[in-house]
């Protein structure tokens, strides 16, 4: 009890810090040649089950190049999963390697939030269970179970910072004291070949993050730092078609023409999103909170697209943004949960203590989801590529 | 502000009260007596399509009865989605009635945690942004956007329970002041029918529970007051085995099997959850509580089985347990997330002040997922059967 703060009536609040961060992408690179290659070859299985001719509009959307995708989406490259290889381990990587090297016994951890869009399982097991095992955090104490708190969050591309807030409740209400906060997906399970709308966007990654209490005047963050959105009135921007609940039994038609797999408009996506989150969206989080734009020394913003973020961030910059855009330079992909975390732990020499930074997340829902926050302690950030 | 207590630092520390809770379950009633023709047809598939004869074992796995189900599971009926309704739409029934019932604009809702298993769409869009649009929550204030936050939460049979713990942590916090919280799974999108061990025992419904901030020395709960736990090393025991980002193409084989199916190893989950649920976990959360099972009015127990829930009970009254147990008395089935406040729905003269109540929830993971708490307001409950 000695870090926590205490209200007048006796009871805990916390401080949150982050103790250390990390990030791990598996080994097979796809540039954009292979990703435009690998359309090519869909197209010619599709012509070749012989399902009548590719109109114009169809034969469109197998189209791609190295040079359009650097264009119009600013990837170079992005990495995948091996067959057989999932979400659960690109978190347990990624989670080894945190606790490894911030020297961090799995006995430490009292709960696991577990941020993905991707369950290795579809409704059991979840995956936060799954990770206790694999990290080998006890389950019990002095013959009795050990305390574990946790569960499976999701939020399309706004996961991982509505997954931080959770965090920041749990341990702000004492209710924990040390998270593991998982960001990750293996989006290349959600890609439709037949369509490069997302085929030239997605890419795989695990992250972790430990997240833990401190006393209240050693917070990083407060509640007035967190702001998030929801407006389901444009759900089918971003959309699986089948294989939810409302669809539980695709046909084998369906089931061909990748209507298991995410779909968008692109061109809705980005007049929608680059205005509100360039505009009214972020001016609410900085009003709520009570900074401006010229407060921000570094931003984080969700790597959906490098041009899109480009446009987001040109009407920050004309708003008073003065500071610094971290991002995984297209290197990546659209990492999903993992693209925040990823972008922090890339560029450690800019997580120094002092610096104001902002976390901006958006995407299907629609959603948003954004944390403004101060380095206060040393936060060492790791990367691997491939597994060890 | 003048509900919240403020700590000594001058921050906002809120209790949390349950303000209403409603339950709908579809119109279709499946009796045992259906489930078993059901399995029988899907049998009679099987051998038409000429697959090979049946071995013993896999014949019995088709087999069942009313008579069977009543004194193995102890349920008599439940109730399934139509095709094409889904867990979103089971929600948003339940919600609906509760801000009816309850008079509460969609405007005064600021969070939505939406706890399921089987969301209406793989992905995207996320439920809690798709229940926004159907409530009509308003996105925007004075030409500014409405702050709304939420996410989606999962945690196999666990979910609703660590939903509302995740509610508790918003509402302490400061983070929110009045969340719906949403339990709502179309189970019945996750049978495979060739397989009597889930057949038999799932349900439909959606659920809506409203919570809100109020004054501290009024809080129905205490951080002390939640308890969970997490097991991977057993996360076999209730598995759904393809379909998810390990296995995310399925084979037409495998699909045809019901591999993309949840399955269950019932002996197991009864061998080593009711020695656990029954003994060692209530007690770690009681003593963690300071509470002792005396101190119980009523419990409501995630129905996941009557026999094997009455196997827990027995072990509880044995250790002092003398109150009542909520539940949906075998007419919905395991309804996954919606379970427990569906049994508290139904229950309505039991919700009265003063009461001390026990929310035990466990399932896949494994993991479980307790609450204790105090009843200090009213808390009018609502069950709506078939759509208005």
Known sequence: MGLMGHSRMGL???????????????????????????????????????????????????????????????????????????????????????????????????????????????YSPPDAAMLQDSLGIPLWNDGRPREIKGADVSLACS???????????????????????IGADRMSATINWRDRSFATVLGDAGTATLCSAVPEDEDWFAPSQFWSWLDGSQADMILTPV????????????????????????????????????????????????????????????????TLNASIVGEWRRRGFGGEVLDAGGMFGNTTAASIP?????????????????????????????ALGTIRHPLPAFVQLGPR
Chains 1, 2 share one sequence.
Request: with cysteine; proline share 4%; aromatic share 8%.
């Open 159 to 181: 996961t991982w910072v509505s997954a931080l807030a959770m965090a920041y409740s749990f341990i702000r209400s004492g209710m924990a004291q040390r998270i593991l906060l």
């Open 243 to 306: 294989g939810g609940s409302r669809r539980p039994d695709p046909t084998a038609d369906e089931l061909a023409l990748g209507q298991q797999r995410l779909a968008m408009d692109g061109a809705k996506v980005r007049s929608t999103l680059v205005p509100f989150v360039g505009g009214p969206a972020a001016d609410a989080a900085l009003t709520k909170a009570g900074w401006r734009f010229e407060d921000l020394d570094f931003v984080a913003l969700h790597e959906a697209n490098r």
């Open 12 to 122: 805990v609040l916390s401080g949150m810090r982050l103790e250390g961060i990390s990030a791990y992408a598996p080994e097979e690179v796809w540039s954009n040649a292979r990703v435009a290659a690998r359309l090519r070859l869909e197209r010619m299985r599709r012509r070749a089950a012989g399902s009548g001719p590719l109109g114009a509009e169809e034969a469109k959307l197998f189209e791609t190049s190295d040079r359009w995708v650097r264009r119009f989406i600013g990837f170079q490259e992005r990495r995948f999963c091996s067959d057989g290889e999932a979400t659960i381990d690109l978190a347990a990587q990624a989670a080894r390697l945190l606790l490894e090297r911030t020297g961090t016994g799995p006995g430490e951890i009292d709960s696991i939030l577990f941020g993905s869009v991707t369950p290795t399982h579809l």
């Open 342 to 370: 990823l972008a922090l732990a890339l560029n450690p020499e800019q997580l120094a203590a002092g610096k104001r930074f902002g976390l901006f997340a958006f995407g299907g829902g629609l959603s948003a989801s954004f």
